[in-house]
């Protein structure tokens, strides 16, 4: 199945660094999450973004809807060892409004 | 807890055994989705549920896959005569009963097939 593409794949930080990551489609986007997980568990949602141009933050986690509808960014501040696990950003496109479309995943690691 | 439930959280079956999963979705929300995740990729849609109807399947829901949701409210994902192909972590997620909303995941089944 279609698959977005993110980047990088994976991603070695210091604790306290801060994080960026994109997420890139060919197709428009009408909404954009971000989700973490964890080794062996669901997704769990971070954030949600509706709107070109959005920039919406959740504690220490910022995302943005980009202009061209065709890509997304999350950026993480200030890491800490529980920012580990792998960051999916998904999204709906216009033709597929009833399911949501997965990226291939950034891989974060931290080190102490 | 009031998110989405799925049982069990992991299964090992034989090659050529019937498996059931089970998904209780947030309870005010209409739509149900399972999704397929292998290692190493994103989770990829498998089929979804507005209420009890069965609305959207992806080609990768060959026909020894089957998936109800009899009374709009959990939903069980068959899979019959198991391939070792079939190993995956199956998750579901549920969302309000409109188009691009947030969708909630559940804790996932974890499948082997031996």
């Known amino acids: 199945g279609q698959q977005l593409n993110q980047s990088p794949q994976s991603m070695f930080i210091q604790e306290g660094e801060d994080v960026s990551m994109n997420c890139t489609s060919s197709?428009?986007?009408?909404?954009w999450l971000w989700y973490k997980q964890d080794p062996g568990e669901g997704p769990v949602l971070l954030i949600a973004?509706?709107?070109?141009?959005e920039l919406t933050s959740n504690g220490r986690l910022t995302a943005q809807f980009g202009i061209t509808r065709k890509d997304s960014f999350l950026n993480i501040s200030a890491s800490i060892p529980s920012d580990v696990g792998i960051y999916f950003c998904?999204?709906?496109?216009?033709?597929?409004?009833?399911?949501?479309?997965f990226g291939t995943g950034t891989r974060l690691q931290v080190t102490l | 807890d009031t998110g989405v439930s799925q049982d069990p959280r992991h299964k090992i079956t034989k090659r050529g055994q019937n498996v059931t999963f089970r998904c209780d979705p947030i309870?005010?929300?209409?739509?149900l989705y399972w999704y397929r995740q292998t290692l190493g990729q994103g989770p990829e849609f498998l089929t979804y549920?507005?209420?009890?109807?069965?609305?959207?399947k992806s080609r990768l829901l060959s026909d020894r896959f089957s998936a109800e949701r009899p009374k709009g409210s959990f939903s069980t994902l068959e899979i019959q005569r198991t391939e070792q192909g079939d190993s995956a972590m199956y998750l579901c997620?549920?969302?309000?009963?409109?188009?691009?909303?947030?969708?909630?995941f559940g804790q996932g089944t974890r499948l082997t097939v031996v």
């Open positions: 997620a549920s969302s309000p009963g409109y188009a691009n909303t947030e969708a909630f």
């Open positions: 197709s428009i986007f009408n909404t």
């Open positions: 973004l509706y709107k070109a141009g």
């Open positions: 998904a999204g709906y496109d216009t033709g597929t409004a009833s399911k949501l479309t």
């Open positions: 309870s005010e929300h209409n739509r």
């Open positions: 549920f507005q209420n009890e109807a069965q609305l959207e």
